[in-house]
């Protein structure tokens, strides 16, 4: 029975990173699409039924073609990054509170945190090991940045910890019962959705990535399968922030139709902040974070925990 457990469980792994690669895909396939429109073009609609086959095409021509090494970097760090990179955001959505089983454990928020902090290290190392002035300075620049609006993220987590009083997602099903979240803490919401954006270097906040001065970033020295396993980390990463968002503050209705609709609906509006804002100067970037998100996200932990208290001198 123990041994048919494991299996299962194995199994079930399996088919989410299935699952979660192909809605990668399909994430790609829509920011363009929509990209498109808001720029009044039509984007992807060559190949396959109005483009539908096209992310499946640029991965294919991704991997099929030939991997460029620097000469001075790093061999091994430069080769596992991305691996890493992209196991850490598959990695993340075992936390996903399904109520058949699978991996959604009492410490998912926990979890979450670790992997997420993990995550700043691949793209250190990825930044570190091309040995160029470019991408040491996009890598320092987006470790900087991940790092800064972590803490927010951290004391957002821990309010609600102190609301639900447990570490498993499925408690936020629970407490969502009657009214969501994002009615009672709408300046939370809007902060964690600026945070998410920073924390995926997305549109405002992709200083990674500035063009103008840092070519593109800590991937300017990778091609082929590397920078696509690294586009593939930072979509997984973006779908997956989206499902916590929804968890948290939409009402978590994991087995309805809902879900899915809230989640397309957050993810949209990732691209649709790439499609109209321009990028942030840095040194406003980091005045969001520890200024104006900083303090908000203290008050409102401090707060919550006063709540409880004076909740539990009722109860007593």
């Given at each position: 029975m123990f041994i048919n457990d494991i299996l299962l469980n194995f199994l079930g792994g399996i088919l989410l990173v299935i699952f979660v690669l192909v809605g990668v895909a399909f994430l790609t396939l829509?920011?363009?699409?929509?990209?498109?429109y808001m720029q009044i073009r039509k984007g992807p609609n060559k190949v396959g039924y109005c483009g539908l086959i096209q992310?499946?095409?640029?991965?294919?021509?991704?991997?099929?073609?030939?991997?460029?090494?620097?000469?001075?970097?790093?061999?091994?760090?430069?080769?596992?990054s991305p691996i890493f990179s992209l196991f850490i955001s598959l990695f993340c959505w075992l936390v996903v509170p399904f109520y058949f089983g699978l991996f959604s454990f009492n410490l998912g928020l926990l979890f979450f945190l670790c992997c997420t902090s993990l995550g700043v290290y691949t793209v250190m190392i990825a930044g570190w090991s091309s040995n160029s002035i470019y991408?040491?300075?996009?890598?320092?620049?987006a470790v900087a940045q991940?790092?800064?609006?972590?803490?927010?993220?951290a004391l957002i987590l821990l309010s609600f910890i102190f609301l639900c009083e447990g570490y498993s997602l499925i408690n936020f099903k629970?407490?969502?019962?009657?009214?969501?979240?994002?009615?009672?803490?709408?300046?939370?919401?809007?902060?964690?959705?600026?945070?998410?954006?920073?924390?995926?270097?997305?549109?405002?906040?992709?200083?990674?990535?500035?063009?103008?001065?840092?070519?593109?970033?800590?991937?300017?020295?990778?091609?082929?399968?590397?920078?696509?396993?690294?586009?593939?980390?930072?979509?997984?990463s973006i779908l997956f922030m989206s499902m916590l968002f929804v968890v948290m503050f939409l009402g978590c209705y994991i087995n309805s139709l809902i879900?899915?609709?809230?989640?397309?609906?957050?993810?949209?509006?990732?691209?649709?902040?790439?499609?109209?804002?321009?990028?942030?100067?840095?040194d406003k970037l980091m005045y969001l974070a520890w200024k104006s998100f900083l303090p908000v996200s203290l008050n409102y932990l401090i707060f919550f925990m006063g709540l409880k208290l004076l909740f539990l001198s009722v109860l007593i």
């Open positions: 829509l920011e363009r699409k929509v990209l498109g992310p499946f095409s640029d991965a294919i021509k991704l991997f099929n073609k030939e991997q460029t090494f620097p000469m001075s970097s790093n061999y091994l760090p430069y080769y596992f991408s040491l300075l996009g890598g320092l620049r991940t790092i800064s609006y972590e803490v927010s993220l629970l407490f969502q019962e009657y009214i969501w979240f994002s009615f009672l803490c709408l300046p939370l919401m809007l902060i964690w959705f600026a945070s998410c954006l920073a924390e995926t270097n997305r549109t405002p906040f992709d200083f990674a990535e500035g063009e103008s001065e840092l070519v593109s970033g800590f991937n300017v020295e990778y091609s082929s399968g590397g920078f696509a396993l690294i586009f593939m980390s930072e979509y997984a879900f899915f609709f809230e989640l397309t609906f957050i993810s949209f509006c990732f691209i649709w902040a790439r499609g109209t804002l321009p990028r942030y100067r840095y």
